[in-house]
T-cell receptor, first 114, second 111 residues
Framework: NAGVTQTPKFQVLKTGQSMTLQCAQD?????MYWYRQDPGMGLRLIYY???????DKGEVPNGYNVSRLNKREFSLRLESAAPSQTSVYFC?????????????FGPGTRLLVL | DQQVKQNSPSLSVQEGRISILNCDYT??????FLWYKKYPAEGPTFLIS?????DKNEDGRFTVFLNKSAKHLSLHIVPSQPGDSAVYFC??????????FGAGTRLAVHP
């Protein structure tokens, strides 16, 4: 049981380049999430998917798109990277019900945009 | 405006003593709260949670206290161990699995 996996672990991009961050979970969870972590800001929700086939915006969705490819996989795409998107990105998943169910996080992707 | 605040960016405690990490929130609609622990280069891991219908929840060395009238919760670690050195995030939820996280408190437990 790998839990939540993320690829790549680290990426350097130039301003304007695009990339997709991949996330997969093997816990048969219904809900999946993308967060970004910045110094002094905690974790902020970018997008989430309550169940397969649905996606919704979180606190900071601008500049990102997501795809819930199937129940296991949830990808985050940066179409035109900007230096402000330099951050550590975490994917998480949860059962979905009850709402108090904890979220399980992946190891993170460190992204540097030059 | 931050809905969940951890006002102490860092805390240093001697091994064996009590560590108390604090968290304040502003949204009275939050009805459950969680603490996560994060080591460098790893994702956050769940530590302990509390529902708004309770005022205390214990799990081994970890206890979370909730004061709804003050919109304040705290995490107590007794006794503190060097392996507890990490960043601790407070999180609050009120909607469908959507959590709001605080900025984190870095705990250092020294021998």
């Amino acid at each position: 049981n790998a839990g939540v996996t993320q690829t790549p672990k680290f990426q350097v991009l130039k301003t304007g380049q695009s990339m997709t961050l991949q996330c997969a979970q093997d816990m048969n969870h219904n809900s999946m999430y993308w967060y970004r972590q910045d110094p002094g800001m905690g974790l902020r929700l970018i997008y989430y998917s309550a169940s397969e086939g649905t996606t919704d915006k979180g606190e900071v969705p601008n500049g990102y798109n997501v795809s819930r490819l199937n129940k296991r996989e949830f990808s985050l795409r940066l179409e035109s990277a900007a230096p402000s998107q330099t951050s550590v990105y975490f994917c998480a998943s949860s059962v979905g019900r009850p709402k108090e169910e904890t979220q399980y996080f992946g190891p993170g992707t460190r992204l540097l945009v030059l | 405006d931050q809905q969940v605040k951890q006002n102490s960016p860092s805390l240093s405690v001697q091994e064996g003593r009590i560590s108390i990490l604090n968290c304040d929130y502003t949204n009275s609609m939050f009805d459950y709260f969680l603490w996560y622990k994060k080591y460098p280069a790893e994702g956050p891991t769940f530590l302990i949670s509390i529902s708004s219908i309770k005022d205390k929840n214990e799990d081994g060395r970890f206890t979370v206290f909730l004061n709804k009238s003050a919109k304040h919760l705290s995490l107590h670690i007794v006794p503190s161990q060097p392996g507890d050195s990490a960043v601790y995030f407070c999180a609050a939820g009120g909607g469908y699995n959507k959590l709001i996280f605080g900025a984190g408190t870095r705990l250092a437990v020294h021998p």
